[in-house]
Nanobody, 127 residues
Framework: QVQLVESGGGLVQAGGSLRLSCAAS????????MGWFRQAPGKEREFVAA???????YYADSVQGRFTISRDNAKNTVYLQMNSLKPEDTAVYYC?????????????????????WGQGTQVTVSS
């Protein structure tokens, strides 16, 4: 059974940093792209970042330059380092496994392009 477990969320002041982790179990995702999404109250779930299984990284414009996605294939874990946090970053953050794509393909940014999801971790940024 595939399971994704996020951790690292919490309450932080504006300008602060958090590092989210997503540990996958049940199978290896070394050859799969991974992504982070977030959902604020009353809003749709939105793309934050993705990393291909080749290590290429992609970001939403709103987090470019502030967030960094990375992965440790040996640990089957993906990370999201979030710096210079803003109140508008407040949301539940979810990690997800992309449907299989060939090497070199760019991961999608739509939720339907991802197969497996974690339960989410709350990030709250106070002003």
């Amino acid at each position: 059974q595939v399971q994704l477990v996020e951790s690292g969320g919490g309450l932080v002041q504006a300008g602060g940093s958090l590092r989210l982790s997503c540990a996958a179990s049940g199978r290896t995702f070394v050859t799969y792209a991974m992504g982070w999404f977030r959902q604020a109250p009353g809003k749709e779930r939105e793309f934050v970042a993705a990393i291909s299984w080749g290590g290429n990284r992609y970001y939403a414009d709103s987090v470019q330059g502030r967030f960094t996605i990375s992965r440790d294939n040996a640990k089957n874990t993906v990370y999201l380092q979030m710096n210079s946090l803003k109140p508008e970053d407040t949301a539940v953050y979810y990690c997800a496994v992309h449907k299989f794509i060939r090497i070199g393909a760019v991961p999608g940014r739509a939720t339907f392009e991802y197969d497996y999801w974690g339960q989410g971790t709350q990030v709250t940024v106070s002003s």
